[in-house]
């Protein structure tokens, strides 16, 4: 049976711009598993943390395949797939994220000031174009929209400010094509500063600023007979 995967994608894009990577496998030792390794690197700093906000620091010092993940230590507390075991990356992240959502900007809890900056990611269309079928599966193109909003601030400063952070998220986005595994291939194709998104914002009051990332995910759906 076809499914459809925007709410799997647009949590991964969420745990991606964050860093996360949720463990599939509960720790083996000093192996982890998930679903793609491709946000980390080797002698990286990494944290793992759970849901009741335990930390355990170690460093990577192998990433074997796709999904796995072998730290300097075994692994000493709960951070099982049931705890809500999640390894976080140090590097290269935006800075004093706010909020992460799902939705339209428009979601944001009032008042918006005080959530920036923040990221909202926004499914979008679902393609399934009929020259890439076959009779035992479809291949679905899934379009997000991943939007970055900033406090207003004058000058020239402020816009470089801004136009760093968005290289920030382009890079972090494009660093894992497999969108923790939830694709099998993902690319960013778009990013425009001072999205409409944003002017309607501004429109209604909200002094923000902004860049909008559109980014396809694509998958093979087995199907048909």
């Not at 049976?1 to 969420?14: F, G, Y």
């Not at 890079?171 to 778009?190: F, K």
Request: glycine share 10%; with cysteine.
């Amino acid at each position: 049976m076809v499914e459809l995967h925007h709410n799997e994608i647009c949590a991964a894009l969420r745990h991606i711009v964050q860093g996360l990577a949720p463990l599939t496998a509960d720790p083996e030792g000093d192996l982890l598993t998930v679903g793609s390794n491709r946000l980390f690197h080797l002698g990286e700093t990494v944290t793992l943390v759970n849901t009741q906000g335990d930390e355990e620091e170690h460093s990577i010092v192998e990433l074997p395949g796709l999904t796995q993940i072998r730290l300097d230590s075994p692994v000493r507390g709960d951070f099982r797939v049931a705890a809500g075991g999640r390894l976080r990356s140090e590097e290269g992240g935006l800075e004093d994220l706010q909020w992460v959502g799902q939705g339209l900007p428009e979601i944001m809890p009032q008042p918006p000031e005080n959530m920036l900056p923040c990221i909202i990611v926004q499914p979008g269309r679902l393609e399934q174009p009929l020259s890439e079928g076959t009779n035992r599966g479809y291949q679905q193109n899934y379009h997000c929209r991943i939007h970055y909003l900033h406090p207003a601030r004058a000058g020239e400063a402020a816009s470089q400010e801004l136009l760093e952070q968005a290289a920030r998220l382009f890079r972090r986005l494009m660093s894992d094509p497999y969108v923790g595994g939830t694709a099998w291939y993902a690319q960013v194709v778009r990013l425009e500063p001072e999205p409409e998104s944003v002017r309607r914002m501004r429109d209604k009051g909200f002094p923000v600023v902004g860049v909008e990332v559109e980014m396809v995910a694509q998958r093979l759906e087995v199907g048909g007979g």
